[in-house]
């Protein structure tokens, strides 16, 4: 049976400026377009875009761009009454546009600062996913107010979801996110990361078997281990699947890792098989990658299932 709710996301909601031409460093980018950015923040929206329920718990400056921010999220049917603007100015990162894996440079500043305060605990019990990130577990006072909320949230029935997506620009100690992803995968939570993001906080790129054993070992009930252009990786604890990635044009790589885990937390809530799973994210992921900017409006769900 379905819950009222569909995902609660918690994290950075911020301003991308994204260069408009391909570009390997920002020193060669000159020209940028503004989007709505923020990995918890575009998952959120991507799963209102397939007409689910959702809730952003977030936080921005008490600026324009915040302003601007909430707005744009809020039109697309996110529930925004629980990002809070704060006197700290609104996060912003510029980023390359790759046809492989962008440079970036944040300047941050809101996205850090939620409260306990923020949280609907009495929504909990009405809600499917809770799902955060590397990001945004990797500054207080957003990491152990996530955490405790986290740890609320499991026991009141939501399955826990994570973007591992580890950058050491932002998380300067590789040994303290391990230790608070273990933390949270304990709560058998679904994990998503990429070859990239594991090599950042692991040192090291193991075989694929060995990547999905490590974080089943932790606690985490699902992983997807995404290896770019060269496909993925998916288990649970009875099964494991390798999937092709498919040729596409590539226009932006910014939010293809968003867009995937929203194809596939889409399916999994419509009750669909693991690899059938991964083949709606891969769906959405093609969707985005040849597409420059935010994905439209609204899309019709069965569209991932083509």
Not at 236 to 248: G, S, Y
Not at 291 to 297: A, E, M, S, V
Request: aromatic share 8%; charged share 25%.
């Amino acid at each position: 049976m379905r819950k009222k709710y569909d995902i609660l996301c918690t994290g950075e909601l911020l301003v991308d400026f994204i260069s408009t031409e391909f570009t390997k460093t920002l020193d060669e980018a000159q020209l940028f377009r503004r989007v709505v950015g923020g990995s918890p923040a575009n998952l959120c929206m991507n799963m209102a875009r397939l007409g689910n329920q959702t809730m952003l718990v977030s936080s921005v400056g008490n600026d324009s761009m915040g302003e601007v921010l909430k707005n744009a999220v809020a039109q697309l049917g996110v529930d925004v009454s629980y990002v809070t603007q704060v006197e700290d100015p609104t996060t912003l990162i510029l980023v390359t546009r790759s046809a492989a894996v962008s440079s970036f440079q944040p300047y941050r500043g809101a996205d850090s600062m939620l409260s306990i305060r923020q949280f609907p605990y009495g929504k909990f019990e009405e809600t499917s996913l809770f799902h955060t990130t590397c990001f945004a577990l990797s500054k207080n006072p957003a990491q152990s107010v996530i955490l405790e909320a986290a740890d609320k949230a499991h026991r009141a029935g939501c399955q826990l979801s994570i973007d591992a997506n580890y950058s050491e620009k932002i998380w300067p100690e590789p040994k303290e996110a391990r230790r608070i992803i273990a933390e949270y995968c304990r709560l058998g939570a679904l994990v998503k990361i990429s070859d990239v993001d594991y090599q950042r906080l692991y040192g090291d790129q193991p075989e694929p078997g060995a990547v999905l054993e490590h974080f089943m070992k932790m606690g985490a009930r699902e992983i997807c281990f995404t290896l770019g252009d060269k496909g993925l990786w998916i288990a649970d604890e009875a099964q494991e699947h390798f999937l092709p990635a498919r040729p596409v044009e590539v226009l932006d790589t910014t939010g293809a890792g968003d867009a995937f885990w929203s194809g596939y937390l889409t399916a999994r809530l419509d009750g669909k098989a693991l690899l059938d799973r991964a083949k709606a994210g891969r769906k959405m992921a093609e969707m985005k990658l040849g597409h420059f900017g935010p994905l439209p409006n609204t899309m019709e769900r069965n569209s991932i299932y083509e």
